[in-house]
């Protein structure tokens, strides 16, 4: 039980990496037209595709979303330990 709990640990943990990448992508130019940019597209804008609906960019341009959905990510991560320390 403790390799399942650590598997998915590791796993959402590398999702928020990748998340975050996906973000500084955003700052170069042409970063998210390349291979890598492309497949963190597919993996991450589904994520945070609902973070988008609901909450708006401030000033038409700061978009917080991606904030948000990592900080729901850490929180689910925190969940997760929570769980397999009760269930223990």
């Known amino acids: 039980m403790a390799t399942l709990f650590s598997i998915i640990i590791t796993a959402v943990e590398i999702y928020s990496w990748a998340l975050i990448i996906y973000i500084l992508m955003s700052w170069f130019p042409n970063a998210r037209e390349s291979s890598i940019g492309q497949m963190l ?48």
């Open 41 to 88: 597209t597919k993996i991450c804008e589904p994520f945070l595709e609902p973070f988008r609906r609901v909450i708006p960019p401030i000033g038409g341009m700061l978009d917080i979303s991606p904030i948000v959905a990592i900080l729901v990510l850490n929180l689910a991560t925190s969940g997760i330990r929570q769980i397999f320390f009760w269930m223990m």
